[in-house]
């Protein structure tokens, strides 16, 4: 039986607390600023991508979540690609006996197991996980830092997903993009109290792209260029200092600071952007008068280009907040407990208890004056914690079936 050439890699998903918005160089996806995030954890927010070489296949084909796409459409993609097979080419032309796989064709299947475009960093795990595996598949001896590069150049948020932890994507300065990258901060074992919860209040895909809203926001918004200018390099500074010495409170107040004035300047922006709704905007507000009733900064919210909310806290104040926020923004009675809220971390017992009582006496007070917003508000809330870089996976864990097509392909 002839050698399958396959890998299979999940990527996570990253959120920014300082934002990436804005690029100097569209085509190598150069930011304007540099970025911090946190990675989140993959078992409950990755993509699965497997890739197969083979030079039976006519032509490289894709999947992305059992429907195949046209590859040749995207020419991020194809980029990503193209410049992988280069590095594998150069490192055939040192191997003897390598297999030329930089010539044969390539199917590639990928998954996520949550929604696409819907403001949850779907891009970014995704091209994470397309150059992680195509760096297994071709045995590049290419260190993450080298490789966020080239996954860069397919979603440049992608470039942090490429570590798992606390993840700087520095902007750089030069023309080619050789010193934009990203670069491990700390590591998840640093501050394994830090968790997150992921508030969905719509897994819609977004009428405004991020890539054409942060060009119209380069060519329109005069807060922007202040922004690039003097906030972010000094919010970069006292970030990484807060995330050394796990002070929350400064991590907190810089995480909502930063989302706050990225939405201000997308509304800068002419035509003004609106990436947050009603629910958006109630769910901040919560937050807020949440740390004053505990009487400090005990959570922080961000939201990406879309109206889905990150809330940041420390897993001893995880249950008020779960309590609070399930409370206002009931589910519907048509979605199943377990659907909402799946309790990874056993917090409640069971998922059926959740939202039903409010254990301290500060929080049950503020959640009475709020009240209740209607059921379905906030459609899923994911509690996950910072995670890893991408993994590789054994080859059961495969998308494609022996001849090299998806196992859950759909019409």
């Known amino acids: 039986m002839a050698k399958i050439y396959e890998a299979t890699v999940t990527a996570p998903v990253n959120i920014a607390v300082i934002k990436y918005w804005g690029k100097r160089d569209s085509a190598l996806i150069l930011p304007t600023n540099s970025s911090l995030s946190v990675t989140l954890s993959q078992d409950h927010l990755s993509t699965r991508t497997t890739i197969r070489a083979s030079p039976e296949f006519a032509a490289d084909r894709l999947w992305l979540n059992g429907v195949e796409e046209d590859i040749s459409a995207s020419k991020r993609l194809t980029n990503c690609i193209t410049t992988a097979r280069k590095l594998r080419a150069a490192l055939e032309e040192q191997t003897a006996d390598a297999p030329l796989m930089s010539a044969w064709g390539l199917h590639v299947c990928s998954e996520n197991n949550f929604p696409t475009a819907a403001g949850l960093a779907s891009s970014a795990s995704g091209y994470a996980a397309l150059v992680s595996a195509l760096g297994a598949l071709f045995e590049l001896p290419q260190s993450a830092s080298e490789l966020s590069r080239v996954a860069r150049v397919g979603s440049g948020s992608a470039c942090r997903s490429m570590f798992g932890g606390f993840v700087a994507w520095q902007a750089g300065i030069s023309e080619d993009g050789c010193d934009s990258q990203a670069v491990q901060v700390a590591d998840r074992q640093h501050w394994p109290e830090l968790q997150a919860l992921v508030l969905v209040v719509s897994d819609q895909k977004k009428a405004i792209s991020s890539t054409a809203g942060m060009q119209t926001t380069v060519e329109t918004s005069q807060l922007f260029a202040e922004r690039v200018r003097t906030v972010v390099p000094q919010r970069m500074e006292a970030m990484q200092k807060a995330i050394a010495a796990r002070d929350f409170a400064a991590f907190a107040e810089i995480t909502m600071q930063d989302s706050n004035q990225f939405h201000a300047v997308c509304l800068d922006t002419y035509p003004p952007i609106s990436y947050m709704n009603d629910t958006s905007r109630a769910i901040a507000s919560l937050v807020h008068a949440f740390n004053t009733a505990v009487g400090r900064v005990a959570a922080a919210y961000t939201y990406d280009a879309g109206p889905n909310a990150v809330i940041y806290a420390l897993k001893d104040d995880m249950r008020d907040i779960v309590e609070l926020v399930t409370h206002c923004f009931p589910r519907p009675d048509t979605v199943p407990a377990e659907a909402f809220y799946a309790d990874p971390f056993a917090v409640f017992g069971t998922a059926d208890t959740v939202g039903n009582r ?54």
Request: glycine share 10%.
């Open 358 to 411: 409010i254990a301290k006496s500060e929080v049950a007070q503020l959640a009475h004056a709020v009240g209740k917003f209607p059921a379905g508000s906030v459609r899923r809330i994911i509690h996950t914690e910072v995670g890893d870089g991408p993994r590789v996976q054994p080859a059961s864990q495969s998308l494609l079936n022996p001849a090299g097509m998806p196992k859950h392909a759909r019409e």
